[in-house]
């Protein structure tokens, strides 16, 4: 419930809403809160996250929203950022933006009914009008790419013209890269004050916490900066499978086949039926 206060209170603070009499025909959005465990690593605690998310899949299209996709990252694009990095022996940082789809301001009118265990006394019959997005509508992604790209241009960050998550800046002998995905951003460049900047500027339009690089979208990052590489891996995502799957306590193996298993060498001759399936087309 401790978790739930502080959602709750994040929210009020940050003025997601404001309480109305709702309008004649109002049909406001239901919400619903969501607990989850955000399990540790590198040092950081194991802790309890709750979040209040809108019920958007009652939302009218044209009526509550407009356009909806948001980009992401391709791989592609992480690893070859990742390269330049190590090649380049950037300094990094990793930055993950607090209640982030609580910045960008709705340019549609919703209702929403009150949060369940928080309905104001006196005021139990009306509604929120939303002032901010909020997780679960359809747009809140894409309100808060915007708002998170208007944070980078002011920064003199350019994004990138095969993908948009990818920011770079060059000024001089500098070059400082900048990867988002969503509300975690993994930030590098060849001078270390600009790590310092770049925080700065961050933490003057969010609310932002500093983690450490070693983790993003899901990829361990272990570095080796004398040698100038980096190494990726998703081992504990394998743990994890194995983990929901009921897996862990099983003997490991050491081959990926069952060795029982005996394939048919190259020059075993096949049927007719395969013979003409294998002759070239005209």
């Not at 004050?193 to 770049?198: A, G, H, K, N, Q």
Request: aromatic share 8%.
């Amino acid at each position: 419930m401790k978790a739930f206060e502080e959602e709750y209170n994040s929210l009020i603070e940050n003025k997601t809403w404001r309480l109305v009499t709702p309008p004649p025909g109002c049909t406001p959005l239901s919400c619903k809160w969501i607990g989850k465990v955000k399990p540790a690593y590198d040092n950081i605690q194991e802790r309890y996250k709750g979040r209040l998310i809108a019920v958007g899949c009652a939302q009218q299209p044209g009526k509550d929203y407009d356009q909806l996709y948001s980009p992401v990252p391709h791989h592609e694009s992480i690893k070859a950022a990742l390269t330049e990095i190590a090649f380049r022996n950037m300094e990094v940082a990793q930055f993950d933006i607090k209640t982030a789809f609580l910045y960008a301001k709705l340019d549609k009118i919703i209702y929403m009914k009150q949060p369940e265990g928080f309905v104001v006394k006196g005021r139990e019959n009306d509604v929120c009008l939303l002032e901010k997005s909020l997780y679960g509508l359809r747009q809140a992604p894409l309100l808060f790419f915007k708002e998170n790209d208007k944070v980078m241009h002011k920064f003199g960050l350019e994004s990138c013209d095969g993908d948009r998550c990818i920011y770079i800046r060059r000024t001089g002998d500098e070059l400082t890269i900048v990867i988002t995905h969503v509300n975690d951003s993994f930030v590098a460049s060849t001078r270390k004050e600009v790590l310092v900047d770049i925080a700065t500027h961050m933490g003057n339009n969010f609310t932002i916490s500093s983690v450490p690089p070693t983790r993003y979208v899901g990829l361990n990052i272990h570095r080796d900066r004398a040698t100038r590489r980096i190494f990726l891996s998703q081992s504990h995502m394998v743990e994890k499978l194995c983990k929901r799957f009921k897996m862990s306590d099983l003997p490991p193996k050491l081959i990926p086949a069952d060795p029982s298993v005996h394939l048919a060498s190259d020059n075993v001759s096949m049927g007719e039926g395969e013979n003409l399936l294998s002759v070239p087309l005209p």
